[in-house]
């Protein structure tokens, strides 16, 4: 073998150990992960949550002329039936918006400033529930916690829910970081436009 | 870059050192850039993350996604580089650095071909301004396929101007020429392009060995991309129902219209190609006045400066002044490539050199007009598009430098490496903080 030959199997080689040697996360590890991931490695966030966590939060990145029509999909629908209007859109549209919210630089920022620990880890066949206290430099602390699934024993856990509990006006801008989410960041936006813009 | 002038005499050989220097200390920019940028706030770094993460599981993207019609080299290497690298290392700064080296091995290949028609000292000095650019500067701080296009595109395009004489030997040589353009369309679409060229220059130099042995080394060569390319190119027809799903998503291709055509600045004009703002040269940025209606203004402050803001916080007033003054040391090299490209048209001996590599940058130009001219928006005039043509900009910059007498070289010299090393500073993500 030509020590070219034999550089490029050794280079191979070390690629094939090195995606197989992935040890096996605790459910309490994949928050772990989520946090420290989160705006720091958001591409290692993907991973860790499942489609259904996508769309659950509901961020998405759509075109302008979808952006339009689906006002006008929204204008022309019965009050009753307002969910009629929200367009079909593939799991990517909400990750991409998942991945674009963390390339903001206050976003980082932000998440750096939060202190966060686990309180309680609730583990059953293949559900857990991970349950963090989140205390931000400004703002009262509150509770957010994960509900994690996986597709059997020895697949991996992932993050498939999130639920915050202790929100209130003056920690929003936090649990967002912490959790971004369609629904909160309509709320922060009222809550800006209430405040003036500021 | 390795120093290859060790017989040229001491003062050839001192241009060659301070070339290397700012050589490096854009590589150690590119490193520092890679960890410093924020995340994802590359070129359409969400939908190229995307396309790596389809690939880090095992998956090709779907071609109906926001990036999917891309090809998959880049996020292929990208995904191996995620399994490969400690958690330590973010993934994004990875496939920055995946395409740093795509640029600085694109330029290599290019500082060697540019040996051919002039010094070495010159080369070196060209091959370092094309490094430090800011649009190239920018483009290998940024993940992206369009630094590993302009890599294979490069290798390619050079080969082509040492094709050899012999028959069976070009033969041969094409081959590996039509592997490297291949892996450029398997990077981006734009090496299609490469590759018709490429095949193109192979077939001229052997028309003199008959037409059958000509088609033949045709058919083979074109064998060789079809095998490499047919996979993820006739997927995305079958997929898209349309041959222009290689060039966009299936999104902005349904009912619901293109995007761009809605969005400012609205529709072309034939003036938008001739007029020059001002602004492209002490205000670089599209929303300085007149930038959306032109479209060699944005070209140039995208090549000289951050034309989009993407990279440089443009609303920082030191740093809009440093862009404002790097567009203007862009003129520099800008009129001395105008005048090499003059000179390579008019003389016979450089244009049998740099035909094939000419021709691709040419026919990338117009691709370049058509789009801007089919989607009437900034975004579309950036010069990053051209990346895979940095081998015949380097061409005609090169000869426009050589063909001055000596006293003059040694000030474009000193100019060009000035130019470099000022575009290294501004394009060192943070300093202005």
């Known amino acids: 073998m030509s020590p070219c030959a034999r550089r490029a199997t050794a280079l191979l080689g070390l690629l094939a150990l090195a995606g197989c040697s992935a040890t096996e996360r605790t459910p309490a590890s994949v928050v772990e992960s989520y946090f420290d991931c989160l705006a720091v490695d958001p591409l290692r966030t993907l991973p860790l949550l499942t489609p259904e966590f996508h769309r659950r939060h509901a961020l998405r990145a759509v075109?302008?002329?979808?952006?339009?029509?689906?006002?006008?999909?929204?204008?022309?629908?019965?009050?009753?039936?307002?969910?009629?209007?929200?367009?079909?859109?593939?799991?990517?549209?909400?990750?991409?918006?998942?991945?674009?919210?963390?390339?903001?630089?206050?976003?980082?920022?932000?998440?750096?400033?939060?202190?966060?620990?686990?309180?309680?880890?609730?583990?059953?066949?293949?559900?857990?529930?991970?349950?963090?206290?989140?205390?931000?430099?400004?703002?009262?602390?509150?509770?957010?916690?994960?509900?994690?699934?996986?597709?059997?024993?020895?697949?991996?856990?992932?993050?498939?829910?999130?639920?915050?509990?202790?929100?209130?006006?003056?920690?929003?801008?936090?649990?967002?970081?912490?959790?971004?989410?369609?629904?909160?960041?309509?709320?922060?936006?009222?809550?800006?436009?209430?405040?003036?813009?500021? | 870059m390795t120093l290859a002038g060790a017989a040229a005499p001491a003062r050839e050989r001192a241009w060659l050192v301070a070339a290397a220097l700012v050589a490096a200390a854009a590589m150690v920019a590119r490193l520092h850039n890679a960890f410093a940028y924020p995340p994802l706030r590359d070129y359409d770094a969400a939908g190229h993350a995307l396309n790596v993460f389809a690939l880090y599981q095992g998956r090709l993207p779907d071609p109906h996604s926001w990036s999917g019609f891309h090809p998959p080299l880049y996020y292929a290497l990208g995904a191996l580089l995620w399994h490969a690298l400690p958690e330590a290392i973010p993934v994004h700064a990875a496939l920055r650095l995946l395409s740093a080296i795509a640029g600085f091995g694109a330029?290599?290949?290019?500082?060697?071909?540019?040996?051919?028609?002039?010094?070495?000292?010159?080369?070196?000095?060209?091959?370092?301004?094309?490094?430090?650019?800011?649009?190239?500067?920018?483009?290998?701080?940024?993940?992206?396929?369009?630094?590993?296009?302009?890599?294979?595109?490069?290798?390619?395009?050079?080969?082509?101007?040492?094709?050899?004489?012999?028959?069976?030997?070009?033969?041969?040589?094409?081959?590996?020429?039509?592997?490297?353009?291949?892996?450029a369309a398997l990077s981006k679409s734009t090496g299609l392009l490469a590759l018709g060229v490429v095949g193109l220059a192979y077939a001229w130099q052997l028309r003199r060995a008959g037409v059958s042995f000509a088609i033949r080394t045709m058919l083979a060569m074109s064998g060789v991309a079809l095998l490499l390319l047919a996979p993820h190119y006739g997927r995305l027809a079958i997929e898209t129902r349309s041959l222009l799903g290689v060039i966009r998503g299936g999104q902005l291709a349904d009912e619901a219209g293109n995007e761009m055509s809605v969005q400012p600045p609205g529709e072309r004009h034939l003036a938008d190609y001739v007029s020059f703002p001002v602004a492209a040269l002490v205000a670089p940025f599209q929303n300085a006045p007149g930038m959306l209606h032109s479209v060699p203004g944005p070209l140039y402050a995208s090549t000289w400066a951050d034309g989009q803001g993407e990279f440089l916080p443009t609303q920082v007033r030191v740093v809009s002044d440093a862009a404002a003054l790097a567009a203007l040391l862009g003129l520099v090299p800008t009129l001395l490539a105008i005048t090499g490209l003059v000179r390579i048209l008019r003389r016979r001996e450089l244009r049998a050199?740099?035909?094939?590599?000419?021709?691709?940058?040419?026919?990338?130009?117009?691709?370049?007009?058509?789009?801007?001219?089919?989607?009437?928006?900034?975004?579309?005039?950036?010069?990053?598009?051209?990346?895979?043509?940095?081998?015949?900009?380097?061409?005609?910059?090169?000869?426009?430098?050589?063909?001055?007498?000596?006293?003059?070289?040694?000030?474009?010299?000193?100019?060009?490496?000035?130019?470099?090393?000022?575009?290294?500073?501004?394009?060192?993500?943070?300093?202005?903080?």
């Open chain 1, 63 to 198: 075109t302008q002329a979808e952006a339009q029509a689906w006002i006008s999909r929204r204008e022309s629908a019965s009050q009753l039936d307002p969910e009629r209007a929200e367009p079909e859109l593939s799991t990517d549209r909400f990750q991409l918006a998942w991945l674009s919210i963390q390339g903001r630089p206050e976003f980082a920022r932000l998440a750096r400033e939060s202190a966060r620990s686990v309180l309680d880890v609730r583990e059953s066949n293949d559900e857990a529930e991970v349950i963090t206290r989140i205390e931000p430099r400004n703002g009262p602390p509150f509770e957010q916690s994960f509900r994690l699934a996986r597709e059997g024993t020895g697949s991996a856990w992932r993050i498939d829910a999130v639920e915050q509990r202790g929100v209130v006006s003056a920690n929003a801008v936090a649990a967002f970081v912490a959790y971004p989410n369609e629904r909160s960041r309509r709320a922060l936006e009222a809550l800006t436009r209430g405040r003036g813009g500021d």
């Open chain 2, 107 to 183: 330029i290599a290949i290019a500082w060697r071909a540019l040996r051919r028609i002039v010094s070495p000292a010159d080369a070196a000095v060209v091959a370092v301004l094309v490094a430090c650019a800011p649009v190239v500067a920018i483009a290998t701080s940024m993940l992206g396929n369009e630094t590993s296009c302009a890599l294979f595109t490069t290798a390619a395009l050079a080969r082509t101007m040492r094709i050899p004489d012999d028959p069976r030997a070009a033969r041969c040589h094409g081959f590996m020429t039509a592997l490297l353009a291949a892996l």
């Open chain 2, 353 to 433: 050199v740099a035909a094939a590599p000419l021709i691709f940058g040419a026919l990338l130009f117009v691709a370049f007009l058509a789009q801007t001219w089919a989607v009437p928006r900034y975004t579309a005039v950036k010069a990053s598009y051209l990346l895979s043509a940095l081998l015949p900009a380097a061409l005609a910059l090169a000869v426009g430098m050589s063909a001055t007498g000596p006293r003059l070289r040694t000030l474009w010299r000193s100019a060009l490496l000035g130019v470099s090393a000022y575009a290294t500073f501004l394009t060192w993500y943070g300093w202005w903080t």
